[in-house]
T-cell receptor
Framework: DADVTQTPRNRITKTGKRIMLECSQT?????MYWYRQDPGLGLRLIYY???????NKGEISDGYSVSRQAQAKFSLSLESAIPNQTALYFC????????????FGPGTRLTVL | GQNIDQPTEMTATEGAIVQINCTYQ??????LFWYQQHAGEAPTFLSY????GLEEKGRFSSFLSRSKGYSYLLLKELQMKDSASYLC??????????FGGGTRLMVKP
């Protein structure tokens, strides 16, 4: 079984709809992250959480919100989706800051029409 | 903040050696990562450098010069399955990663 899972894997929606992307992990890591990836722009950080009571904005948080329901679950919401939010979204986890290696989920391909 | 530059695309021949460069400017450096990402898939960890020098791991090696803000990933004995994007990422003093745009490597027969 995968250590970091994301649902859904693919989603097509319309402008103005509310969308939630979910991430679960079985690695026991405290730190979780949401990134989006656009062609040529690499991975850009949307939000991150270092524990259940900690939520922080990343580089591009506008238009997004998150919820850390438990150590193992971190959800990303688009309150009112717009076409330029069409992208590949990745959840990631990491453990202690000694190495900082991040482990990525399989990604969610979101298309906003 | 961080500024990371790497070439957009590279092409190499099966069996050859290729070097993918990454330069960075950072307000606080705490290590550099290389990730491999096949199209449509998740990035996977390749290497980590925090001290100057070369780290070797099988066919892949990664080099770091902190004074020059420079790293490279060296892939030897290229295989077709090495066709992928290679992401350079810098970790800052707060242990956050900033990723470069990635280098898409195409390996030809």
């Amino acid at each position: 079984d995968a250590d970091v899972t994301q649902t859904p894997r693919n989603r097509i929606t319309k402008t103005g709809k509310r969308i939630m992307l979910e991430c679960s992990q079985t690695k026991g890591h405290d730190r979780m992250y949401w990134y989006r990836q656009d062609p040529g722009l690499g991975l850009r950080l949307i939000y991150y959480s270092f524990d259940v009571k900690d939520i922080n904005k990343g580089e591009i948080s506008d238009g997004y919100s998150v919820s850390r329901q438990a150590q193992a679950k971190f959800s990303l919401s688009l309150e009112s989706a717009i076409p330029n939010q069409t992208a590949l979204y990745f959840c990631a986890t990491s453990d202690t800051p000694l190495t900082g290696e991040q482990f990525f989920g399989p990604g969610t391909r979101l298309t906003v029409l | 903040g961080q500024n990371i530059d790497q070439p957009t695309e590279m092409t190499a021949t099966e069996g050859a050696i290729v070097q993918i460069n990454c330069t960075y400017q950072t307000s606080g450096f705490n290590g550099l990562f290389w990730y491999q990402q096949h199209a449509g898939e998740a990035p996977t960890f390749l290497s980590y450098n925090v001290l100057d020098g070369l780290e070797e791991k099988g066919r892949f090696s990664s080099f770091l010069s902190r004074s020059k803000g420079y790293s490279y990933l060296l892939l030897k004995e290229l295989q077709m399955k090495d066709s992928a994007s290679y992401l350079c990422a810098v970790r800052d003093a707060g242990n956050m990663l900033t990723f470069g745009g990635g280098t898409r490597l195409m390996v030809k027969p």
